[in-house]
């Protein structure tokens, strides 16, 4: 690790990989622990997965790829959102016609566009290395609307995803905040894509949260948490990936992967342990 601290002052590409990695961590934390509590990774998965075919839409006709993803999110979003919340037996089967719809539709643009896009193909597998400043100004940029629409309608996403009668009985519109939620999700997808590339990006957007919900009882610590953990992995995984030059994507994935193992092994050793040696109440009579 040395040697990445001592290239980081050094190299400006560097410090840009790292900053699009705490960028990425924060919004996967906040969005993230509503996608675990709500239980609603595939259905991100399914956003995810749609957006190829928006990248390779923009691109092919000159537009930005990132733009592309991110109309394709939030009409992914909202489709699937209100076929959930109204057709909720035909859920299953919108998002896997979207997913296998939206990486046809992309990788036939893909053929199509001239040449061979490095940059697509970046979106796809993830390249944190070659982030631009401007991208960063977008990250950032999306990192500000999820933390200030989390931290406005916070009680009304907080009732949507525990229990929507309650919700509702409160006089809450709950498809409208479902929706927006998944808008959010979206964006948070859009936000991650450049960091891991599509494929990975569910596991990024839930295993923090999967993790921080081991320890966090409300789900205001579990953003904080998890938010935490996703800057971490970030960080950890960009920094273990550049001696051998491995994908750095890929790694910031196995750390996250690694660690919910080992955080899921070491409750599960402490539960046994708190099991057969109870503590005791010390008799003072």
Same mark, same amino acid.
């Given at each position: ?23 990425? #961590? ?18 991100? /998965? ?7 075919? /928006? ?70 597998? #993830? ?12 990250? #950032? ?6 933390? *200030? ?34 808008? @959010?999700?979206?964006? *948070? ?23 921080? #919900? ?13 938010? @935490? ?6 960080? @950890? ?11 750095? /994507? ?36």
């Amino acid at each position: 690790m040395t040697e990445f601290y001592q290239a980081l002052l050094a190299h400006s590409f560097l410090q840009y990989a790292l900053l699009a990695g705490l960028l990425a #961590g924060l919004g996967c934390g906040v969005m993230g622990s509503f996608v675990v509590v709500k239980r609603i990774g595939f259905l991100a /998965g399914g956003i995810a997965h749609s957006v190829l075919g /928006g990248m390779g839409a923009a691109l092919y006709y000159g537009f930005d790829p990132t733009l592309g993803a991110f109309i394709t999110a939030i009409l992914a979003a909202l489709i699937i959102g209100l076929v959930s919340f109204y057709n909720q037996e035909r859920e299953d089967t919108l998002i896997a016609a979207l997913w296998a719809v939206g990486m046809a539709v992309g990788i036939l643009y893909i053929t199509k566009t001239p040449g061979y896009n490095t940059e697509l193909m970046s979106y796809l597998f #993830g390249n944190i290395l070659i982030v631009s400043p401007r991208e960063l100004w977008m990250m #950032g940029l999306m990192d500000i609307i999820l933390v *200030s629409m989390v931290g406005l309608f916070f009680k009304q996403f907080l009732a949507v995803s525990f229990d929507e009668e309650f919700a509702a009985l409160r006089g809450i519109n709950v498809p409208f905040f479902y929706l927006l939620l998944l808008c @959010l999700v979206a964006v *948070s997808v859009v936000l991650l894509i450049q960091v891991v590339g599509l494929i990975l990006v569910i596991a990024l957007l839930t295993l923090p949260a999967a993790i921080a #919900g081991q320890y966090m009882r409300t789900i205001g610590g579990m953003i904080v948490l998890a938010s @935490l953990l996703g800057m971490a992995f970030s960080a @950890l995984g960009l920094s273990l990936s550049y001696t051998p030059d491995l994908p750095p /994507g890929a790694v910031i994935i196995l750390v996250a992967a690694g660690s919910y193992l080992l955080s899921l092994l070491a409750t599960r050793l402490f539960l046994r342990f708190k099991t057969r040696f109870p503590s005791t109440p010390k008799n003072h009579s």
